[in-house]
């Protein structure tokens, strides 16, 4: 019985260290575009902005 719990500790803290390296790799990887990510974000904000502010304006009048 002992034998099967080290076992199972062993694998338990492999795959808590395997999530903790994975995520230090997505971490990292995030960081080297996030100014990108940025650049892209404030682009899509602008487009939704224009096209709330040219939604809002009021019709032009009749006699033009």
Known sequence: ??????????????SIYAQYV???????????SAQENDQLKNNVMHRCYVKREIADLPAAPAGR
């Open 22 to 32: 994975f995520f230090n790799y997505i971490k990292a990887t995030r960081k080297s």
């Open 1 to 14: 019985m002992a034998y099967i719990n080290k076992v199972c500790f062993i694998i338990l803290k492999a």
